[in-house]
Structures are given as C-alpha cells and as structure tokens.
C-alpha cells in the first residue's frame, strides 16, 4: 500500500506542467534588482508562476509579432514585476537573461496586452494571475527584449522608482514526457519497497 501512495505522489509530481527556469542578471548603480519583490538571486519558480492550462480566448503578445498564443494552447504562465531596493530616485541600470527548459511561446510588455492577459487568466480557474505593476519602458533608449531560444534577454533595462513589468508564455511538458518520468517514477517505488523487504 505505501509502495502504491508513494508512486501515485511521484506520478503528480512528474506531472506537474511548471517549466524550470534560471534567472541572471548583472546591473550598474546602487540597489537591489529585484523580481515579485523578490531579490533576483532568491527568485524560484513559486515566485513568478501564474498557472498552466488553455483559455477559450486567444492571448495577445508583444514578442514575437505582435501576435497571439491562440484559444485552447495549453500554456504555462509566468509574471515579472522588475523593480529595485530601496525605492528612491537614483537609477539601477540591468541586463536580466531567463531561461527556461520549455519553448518560450511568448512575451508581454505593453500595458493593454499585460491588462488583457490578467483579466484573461484572473477569469480562469487554471491561473492564479498575478497583478502587473508600471509600464515597461520600451521607448527611445529604453528597455529591449528579445527571444533566442529558450533565453529572453531584457537589455538596457532602467528602474528607479517604477517597475518594469513582463509576462512570459512557455509550451507546457508533453504528456508522453510526463508518462516517461512517472512510470520510471514507480518502478523505483516498487524497487525500492523489494530491496526493503528482502
């Protein structure tokens, strides 16, 4: 019987659609950079998750296109207000580079694509969205982001006492990939319960 609930909690862990992702970041003035209020170098996927799942409605993006991640594709969502510590008037200059180990599908920056975004997944019981906060700066001089694989790369990035926000869009893990890991996952359960007994 515990061999069977140790299985069955590995399979939904195995299960689980949130992509990994590593966050880097190098920045010039004084502060500290930071993601969700978090310090970039503690941020974990908890702290930008939104949720996995498919809309009934096609998501607007700003990167590439502009275009859209249409109705019913299953997504994983992922939201990053940019900010800095202490909040004051002098400026902290960055470069953040993110990389997840699933295709990224898209990004949005501008602030009716983010709007639309959170009233689209805030309506979904599969998200729990995360309010984006500011305007990102994407102006004469201002922020870029761009996409080259699996890596979004925000340069010339620039935070004072705003915030840069950005919502990321990657395809979720296969099934066939989840079946993979899980039945892997139950034969070292039952291996393991075997070797135990023995």
């Given at each position: 019987?515990?061999t ?6 590995l399979?939904?862990?195995?299960s689980?659609s949130?992509?990994?992702?590593s ?8 502060g ?10 503690d941020v ?7 949720g996995?799942?498919?809309?009934m409605?096609?998501?607007p ?5 502009p275009g ?7 997504f994983?969502s ?25 295709p990224?599908?898209?990004i ?5 694509k ?11 019981p ?7 906060i ?20 925000i ?5 004072s ?5 950005f919502?990321i869009l990657?395809?979720v893990?296969?099934?066939?990939t989840?079946?993979?890991w ?17």
């Open positions: 019987m515990r069977l609930l140790a299985a069955a909690l399979v939904m862990l195995a689980h949130e992509a990994a992702f966050v880097s970041a190098t920045t010039t003035g004084s500290t950079l930071q993601i969700n209020g978090v310090a970039v170098d974990t996927v908890d702290t930008v998750f939104e996995s799942g498919a809309l409605d096609d998501m993006i700003d990167v590439p296109a859209q991640v249409s109705e019913f594709t299953e994983s992922y939201m990053f207000n940019v900010s800095k510590s202490p909040v004051n008037s002098t400026a902290l200059g960055y470069t953040l580079t993110i990389t997840f180990d699933q990224i599908l898209g949005q920056f501008a602030s009716g983010l709007a639309t975004g959170y009233s689209l997944l805030d309506a979904s599969s998200f729990d969205a995360i309010q984006p500011g305007a990102f700066n994407t102006g004469s001089g201002g922020d870029s982001i761009t996409i080259d694989g699996n890596t979004i790369t340069a010339t990035g620039l935070v006492t705003g915030t840069d926000p919502r990657t395809a893990p296969e099934m066939s989840n079946l993979s899980s039945a892997l996952a139950g034969i070292g359960c039952v291996l393991y319960r075997r070797r135990k007994q023995a």
